[in-house]
């Protein structure tokens, strides 16, 4: 057995490795594991843009949370020296009365934040690409724009070993046991350490590792670029020159982020409900492209030339909100699943609040409704 730490981190992407970055900055004795290599693209942090927004429909209990991710960023962006965050506005897409439209609104009002309704024919003058529909209307947010996840994810690992950090590639963990008021480690290798507490952030292998049973739904997603053959349209999708922006199209949420360079604008759909087993997610197939592309033709026909596509992987609660805390039985144990398809803007701020956990015994920032206890978590997703 290795020698005892604070914390030990199962689970290196997104909210572990930010985990681990505030947790050794403030001084902590933290060691991290990750079943894979550092930045793989087999969990749900790859692809190259994230979006980032403010006036949140899925609930403005999130906001104060964004405010503090924001600042966050922005403080990693200048100890890193990389950049990680490009404001390029964003536009909330659909009728007047849809969630993504009306829920912007009232998180946008409620929390004060910068904002404006855009009527229907400025829309269509603003966003011509779109095949905007004439009962649609956009919420536009000066302040959106797009995260770069695997810098995102490699500034925090590399800062977080700079301050002390021990991190462990290629090591997966096989199960924990609380020992005492502590907690051990025990490694699929044999090997195991001790730890006087432990955070949970295995992203969609949670399987039987968190000792505690939500209702999870591990869902396998489809994300697409698509470039054009005329060269005014590729040139208006390319180096984060178009807003990015989130659309209810005919039921689904569509969204776009415009290109990092020129390797095209990256497409999706919010939510496939498609279960697989994390370990064995099946291929992009033809299937997949067609149905992209013929989204695509619909919302924005002259991004007509696809380019490739990729899988990723979503762990979605039955109320679609986060995990967020203590576990409910083994106090030392901090469990984090923020997911459901939109939690890496958060991973700063998550980092932040595991560590007050885990070092003040509490957070300041307003987590109580991500709780893992409350019982909405019982439902099936
Ligand atoms: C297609 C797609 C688009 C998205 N778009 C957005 C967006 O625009 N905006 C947004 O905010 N969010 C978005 N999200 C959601 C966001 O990316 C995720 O919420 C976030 O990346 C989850 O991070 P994580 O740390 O929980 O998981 P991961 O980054 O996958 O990290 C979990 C890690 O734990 C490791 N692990 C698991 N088990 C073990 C073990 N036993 N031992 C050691 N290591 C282990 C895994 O290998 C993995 O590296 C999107 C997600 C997807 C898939």
């Not at 005892?4 to 681990?20: F, P, Q």
């Not at 991710?69 to 909330?92: C, F, K, P, Q």
């Not at 596509?309 to 679609?320: G, N, Q, S, V």
Request: proline share 6%.
């Amino acid at each position: 057995m290795e020698d005892k730490y604070d914390v030990a981190i199962l689970g290196l992407g997104a909210h572990g490795g930010a985990a681990a970055y505030h947790l050794a900055r403030r001084g902590a004795r933290v060691i991290g594991f990750e079943r894979f290599t550092r930045g793989h693209d087999r969990g749900s942090s790859h692809g190259l843009t994230r979006i980032i927004r403010k006036a949140y429909f899925e609930h403005p209990a999130y906001v104060p949370l964004l405010l503090r991710a924001y600042e966050l960023w922005r403080d990693l962006e200048r100890e890193s020296g990389r950049t990680l965050l490009r404001v390029t506005g964003g536009y909330l897409i659909g009728r007047r009365d849809s969630p993504l439209v009306a829920g912007g609104e009232r998180a946008a009002r409620e929390h004060r934040l910068a904002f404006e309704l855009v009527e229907n024919a400025e829309l269509r003058r603003r966003l011509p690409l779109l095949a905007v529909r004439p009962d649609e209307v956009g919420l536009f947010e000066p302040d959106a724009g797009t995260l770069a996840p695997e810098d995102c994810v490699g500034a925090h690992l590399e800062l977080a070993e700079r301050h002390g950090a021990k991190l462990r590639f290629e090591r997966a963990v096989k199960d924990w046991a609380p020992a005492g008021d502590a907690v051990e480690v025990r490694l699929a290798d044999g090997g195991s350490v001790r730890a006087s507490q432990l955070v949970l952030a295995p992203g969609a292998w949670i399987g039987g590792l968190w000792r505690f049973d939500p209702a999870l739904l591990i869902e396998r997603l489809v994300i697409c670029w698509f470039d054009s053959t005329d060269a005014a349209v590729h040139a208006a999708f390319r180096a984060h020159r178009h807003p990015v922006f989130i659309w209810d199209l005919d039921g689904e949420t569509f969204y776009l982020c415009p290109a990092v360079g020129d390797e095209g604008a990256k497409m999706a759909v919010h939510h496939s409900r498609v279960a697989t087993d994390p370990d064995h997610v099946a291929p992009v197939d033809a299937e997949d492209v067609r149905r992209m592309s013929e989204r695509a033709r619909r919302a924005i026909p002259g991004l007509d030339r696809f380019l490739r596509a990729k899988t990723c992987l979503y762990t979605t609660t039955a109320d679609e909100h986060f995990i967020l805390g203590r576990h409910p039985a083994f106090p030392q144990v901090l469990l984090a699943s923020a997911c459901s398809g939109h939690g890496f803007k958060f991973a700063s701020v998550v980092g932040e609040i595991l560590a007050d956990l885990c070092l003040a015994g509490r957070t300041a920032l307003p987590i109580e409704f991500l709780r893992p206890e409350r019982p909405e978590l019982r439902r099936i997703p």
